[in-house]
């Protein structure tokens, strides 16, 4: 069961940020916020999710890819909580912007550290 459905079913509002128009936007339960984001790390997807973002108004984003956390920035201390996962050793620079990381193993997350 996807991350974003486990919590709703517990009554934790949580909703799932995809590109419009694919796959998961067709199978992703509960239905999630199509967001016009491009193929490119650029202004036009950061626009869509800071729009997406003050429109939902969250507490927390949870990002799980490389391009999701670059393309989200979150000013510190106002506003919701920027959690990247990282799921591989990537360079970190990057990714510095989010305000707390989660690493899927053990190593990961030494290699964070």
């Known amino acids: 069961m996807p991350l974003n459905a486990a919590l709703v079913e517990q009554g934790i509002p949580a909703e ?3 590109r419009a128009g694919s796959e998961l936007e ?3 339960p509960p ?3 199509p967001a016009a984001l491009s ?3 650029g202004s036009i997807s950061r626009n869509a999710v800071s729009r ?3 429109r939902i108004k969250p507490d927390i984003v949870q990002t799980y890819t490389g391009r999701a956390t ?3 920035r979150l000013a510190s201390g106002a506003g919701p909580v920027h959690i990247a996962r990282q799921g591989d050793c990537y ?3 990057p990714y510095r912007h989010a305000h707390a990381w989660i690493g899927n193993t053990k190593g990961l997350c030494d290699y964070m550290v």
């Open 16 to 18: 799932l940020a995809v």
């Open 26 to 28: 067709r199978i992703a």
């Open 31 to 33: 239905p999630p916020a």
């Open 39 to 41: 193929n490119r790390m």
């Open 52 to 54: 997406l973002i003050r």
């Open 70 to 72: 670059y393309t989200t």
């Open 91 to 93: 360079r970190l620079h």
